[in-house]
């Protein structure tokens, strides 16, 4: 495998894939595909999806490659059985653990899949995860992902990305896919 070496000559870049549009999940993990690559250690923590089996999860748990996976939400909001306070404890959980991935510095691309909907539902300070994303170090790449970007997160993005639905099989009547939707 190739080794990450000069890290610290990177330019790590803190990125955002929003909108309404099916593909931001699948888009980040595409990148961590590229870095994984490339040798680096890759994690994603995922604030609103469940430990609900996903093609993602059973890739990441199978793989020798250094990537990891952490589903740490309630599950879809609006199909969710779980009252607002235990979304908002399980995003508030999931933010302890990315400032200790962040903290402990080993980690090249960090994905924060559906940061953006937990910081729309104000299930975390905005202002705090801010302030903390840009004390990373320097070198270390993040994606954000998830509808509902905020201006203030927009702004501290590096590169920001909008995925536009133009059609969807979900309205024709089509359910959600193994392989393709999760």
Known sequence: MIQNKNK??????????????????????????????WGWKVKVVQFVKSSVATGEKKFADSTSLPFELTPMGAGLTWKSQYPE?????????????VKDIISDGSTDLLILDELNIALQKKWLPLDEVIK?????????????????????????????????????PYKAGIQAQKGIDF
Not at 8 to 23: M, S
Request: net charge positive; proline share 2%; aromatic share 4%.
């Open 8 to 37: 610290e000559k990177r330019h790590g870049l803190l990125i955002n894939i929003t909108g309404n549009g099916k593909g931001k999940t699948t888009s980040a993990l595409g990148t961590a595909m590229r870095a994984l690559g």
């Open 85 to 97: 306070a235990e979304h908002s404890s399980r995003a508030q959980a999931a933010w302890v653990s």
């Open 132 to 168: 903390f994303l840009r004390s990373r170090p320097a070198w270390q790449h993040i994606i954000i992902t998830g509808r509902y970007a905020l201006p203030a997160m927009i702004e501290a993005c590096d590169l920001v990305s909008e995925i536009q639905e133009i059609k969807h």
